[in-house]
Every structure is written in structure tokens, then in C-alpha cells.
């Protein structure tokens, strides 16, 4: 029995031991330049989990990535990885893969050369990449749940292409000269939100059958068309994809147009478009009449440009979204212990007034509201409480005021608390110098009548 129970022991032991070396090999950082000269030998050296360090400096290489590691650059701009015009920069070949900190360029020309290629690999991360002369400079293929997070590319096919993907996210891109901003091609559920499609010829694509796809507050800008839905092959079928709250805006030509099967809003509101003409006598933000293109109507187009701001506090994560015909910058929150209050900046040129609709969770802030111009309250701003679809969770306000460039306040709560912040100390400092003096002068005076006395 004593015998059998040290075996035990000792294979107790041998497996917390090998637990623990592979952990450690988990956390282990290697570092290109370093450690090893080139990127590639890196990966071939590394093990599951595995971060990679890569040093400022130009790399020749073409990049197979065959494991789960996590490559990261020094930064975006001289941390390099050049494919010398001869194919593929980086191949995505395994689960799991983090790609950020590059420079990727110079792919070379031709349908299978991209800058990332990703496939068959599922939860990829692909962010804060520079991509340059790259033909297809983001492509996902028979992938699931990746991210194509924050990246700027100035192409020549396709900046962002979701191929035969399901549940892929392209957030917060900048994406310029190619012949699409994103192209969806087989795509499902995917998202595609916050980015900045310009100078391309068609900002938004799809390609193929397509399903339940949300298109949401991108900027569309300066493009040779909106984009395009074509049909291939010629009995593919699109459904149910959403585009809402985006900014079309300066583009030469409308969306073309070969399929049904996309919703051009979300059943209140639909998207800002430049050639809309329509008007808006009720004043919210949402023009009185449809906008009709290509045989497909936008049942709600916007009379301003749509905006996305996130808000995070300590317990929650909340999204504001405003319609507006002025630039806004600088947006901020800030709660205090008597109310909350948000900041921006709006600049509106070529028009008599300044508007902005602005949708804020009831969980947030709440009522009563105050609209504050350059520190004037009321006297510059006019504000109306329209009706949401469930006032027990959103708030939708619509001010306006005056052309020009103005620093915007919207408060909650009984007092303005952060202008109490600072009124309060002057106030009672105030009041602590008229009771020393009081004191003075009532001293003197004693002194007086006891003289007299």
C-alpha cells in the first residue's frame, strides 16, 4: 500500500509539473532582433500562446502564421513587413491569432495577394495596422467570430473583404483608394460599424448571397458611388441586411443596385444621405418623406450627419447617438454627485441654424435637462423632448442655435453641478472674508464706545 500510494504521489507531482512548464511556455515573449533576426523563425519557434515582439525595422518577408501566437509590432509606422511585390504579405492559418503594431505593404498585384489573408482560422484579431499598395489588403475567408479592429489602409482591390465569414466584425477602419471600402462576399452576421470608406470607387459592397449583415454608422465620403449589391451568380439572393445610421456624403453616384434584401434602416431611422432633399417640419432629425434610389427607399433618411460616441463608467458601457447638420468634436461625460453632463464642440457653416438630435440612455442621465451655449443656458439654445419608442430607457432631445463654432453643454439635474464646483469655494471664501472684516469693524467700534465710556 505504502508503495502504491508514493507512485501516486509521484504522479501528482509530475503533473503539476508539466502543467506548470506548459503554462510557463504560454506566457513566454519572444523577440525579433532580439531572439531571432526574422519574423518567421520566431513563429517556427514558437509555442501555443506565445507573444512575439517584433522591433522597429523593414522585414522581406512573406509571413505564415500556422499557430496560435500573438504578433505585435513596435508601432504602425516603422515596424515593417514588406512582401517585395511577389505575393501575400501575412497568412492567418490557425485560431486565435493576434496581428497588430505593422506596417503591411507591397503585396504585389494579382486575385491571391493580399496584405492579411485569414483562412479557415476562427477568432482572429487583426488591429492598428497600417496597410499600403496591399491588393487585397484585409481578407477573411471561411472565417469565424475575427475582428478587423482600427486599421488604416490605402489600397488598390478590396480594403476590407468578409468572404464566406460568419459573425465577423470590421470597427473603426479608415479605409481609402480602393475599389471598395469593405466588400462582403458569402457573409453572415457580420457587422461592419464605425468606419471611414473614402476616396474609393464604391464604399460599401456586397457580392454574392449575403444574410443578416448590419451595416451601422460608417462615413461614406467622396466615393465614386455608395456602392454596390451585385448579384453573382446570377441566382444569388440577399436578405435581411441592415444599413442604418450611416453618412453617405459627397459621393458621385448612388448605391447600384441588382438584388433585393437590404433594409435601409432600423423601423425609426435610416441614413444621412447629401443628395436628400426632403425636409423635416416636426423637427427630429428624421425627414418627412422617403428617399428613394436605384428602386430601393430609405424609409427614414436622416436630415443630419449621424454620430456614434461610447460612454463607460464604472458599471456599464452606454453608446449616445446624435443626428446633426454641424461638425461635432470633443465629446465628453462627466458625473458628479448632483448630475451629469455632456460636453462637444459643433461647428455649422452654410446654414442659418445649428441643430442636433441627441438619443441618451434614461439610465445615463435623466430628467430635467439644460442645454448650455458657450456657458449661456436657454438664451442661445432652444430645447424640446420628443417622444422615443420607450422613454423608460431612451431620452431623444432636439435643440437648436446659432451658426458658427460653439462649445455645447447638455446638463441633468436640479443645478448645474460642475459650475457649483466651482462657485461653492469662491462663495464661502467670500463669505469667510465679509465675517473677518465684520468682526474688524465690530471690534473697532467697541474699542470706540469704551473710549467714549
Known sequence: MLGIAILM???????????????????????????????????????????????????FEHVIVNKTVALVGENSSNTIIDGNNTGTVVQILADNVIIS???????????????????AANNVKISSNTFVNACHDIKLNYSQNSEVLGNTINGTMYGIRLMNSINCTAIGNNVSNCVAGVHLEN???????GNYFTQNDQGIRFYSPCADNAIIANTVWNNNYDGMIAVMPPNATFFNNTVFHNNFVNNSEPFIIQSNGTVWDNGLEGNYWTSYEGTDADQNGVGDTPYTFSSNEDSFPLTGNSSEFTIQTEAKEYTVTAISNSNMSEFSFESTSNGSRIDFDVYTENESLGFCRITIPADLMNYPFTVWVDNDAGHNATLKTLQGTDDSKQILLYFTYPSGIHKITVTCGSTRSWLLEFLLPILLISTAIIVFLAVIVLRKLGKKNVNKS
Open 9 to 59: 504521489i509521484i504522479a501528482i507531482l509530475l503533473a503539476l509539473f508539466v502543467s506548470l512548464s506548459n503554462r510557463q511556455k504560454t506566457t513566454r515573449t519572444i523577440r525579433v532582433r532580439q531572439d531571432f533576426s526574422t519574423i518567421q523563425e520566431a513563429i517556427n519557434d514558437a509555442n501555443f500562446g506565445d507573444m512575439i515582439r517584433v522591433s522597429a525595422g523593414t522585414y
Open 101 to 119: 503594431g505593422f506596417r503591411l505593404q507591397n503585396s504585389g498585384y494579382g486575385w491571391t495577394r493580399e496584405g492579411v489573408y485569414v483562412y
Open 187 to 193: 457573409a453572415t452576421d457580420c457587422i461592419v460599424r
